[in-house]
């Protein structure tokens, strides 16, 4: 209801525009006049009917009789695109290019546009040789232009082409603020953040086809364009384990703590999967133990809890467990606990278990910083606002960044 409402004003707003516009051109185009009134008159008639469909067929008719309405055709053809109508969109466009006298810059907006209405559909290619030529003739926004460019490029997974037009944004962000200090740079570690995703992608394109030199030097430019790659390090450790080079994996993945400690437990499965080859069970053990001191989190604890079982006995487990319970509360560490303590026979145990076991159910173990998406996942690059590297934890279900003091309930 409340996007029909928005219709339907920006409808009226349209419709107006034109009301006054074709008021104000008398004597100038009568013949045009003449033919366009009824159509106008027609369209107003069917919005207030709510016949939209006939309301926007009679506006566009109008609008055709009078090409040199920009504002009121791009708003009209915005509206259809949002309404998933892009073909008729496109016509709006491309009827409106072939308008004698237009500026420069109303030429760009609606090539703009135009390229929007592509990419809204998949025609990838038609966007992109539209927004080269706005590139090639330089006639002033080049930013936007290599903007939907880059868009184009990730939608359709050509990296080295989305480096190269990440890499004239930032070039061109470095020469636009030459002159400011402090120079923001915001946008330009944005953007150097996503090439690292993309060399990071490259790399897994390589790995997967067996040739691990050159996934090796994508991760080094990954690494040496943003230090802070998490992902960057978590590869080339998987690259070293197919070589069983578990001791350089290791490194790689102690790495992650440092950069991210919100990412460091979903090194875990691999970390183990290391230690345990080298048959160093109590390596990681030991280093599991100095990491909680400093960055405790649900999975860590999940995992520790496991390995005091196997070596120690149930019972220190619980103990373990209910200690790490006092500092911070956490569904998932509760419900390992309950698996523990649960005999069989109990059946208040067993209700609060199915309790448990139903709260942690389709809870979404990742969430987007940025947008809010949430997910079971983790994608490094958002599905829904399309930023590399927003997608963390769910730190609601795993609350690692709590401090033992603020959440024990045994502190002052
Ligand atoms: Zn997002």
Redesign the pocket.
Known sequence: MVLQDILILVLLVAALAIGWWLGQREGKQKVDEASAKPAYFAGINYLLNEEKDEAIDSLISVLEKNSDSVDTHLVLAHMLRRRGEVERAIQIHQNLLLAPDLTVLNKQRINFELAQDYISVGLYDRAESLLLREIENDTGDQKSSFEYLLEIYQDTREWERAIEVSERLISREGVFWRNFWPRPKYLEEKLKHAVSHFYCELALEKFTAGEVRAAKKYLKRALNIDNQSVRANMQLAQLYMSAADYRMAIKCLKLTRWQDPELFPEMLPLLTKCYLQLGDGQGLFDYLKAVMAEIPSSPLVILLGGMITTNEGNDAAIQFIIGELNKRPSLRELDFLLDLIANGSDESIKTIQQVVKGLLHGQHNYR??????SGTNLHWH??????WG??KPNIQLDPMVLSNSATSPHSP
């Open positions: 987007c910083d940025n947008c809010g998406f958002c599905p829904s606002c399309k930023q927003t997608i």
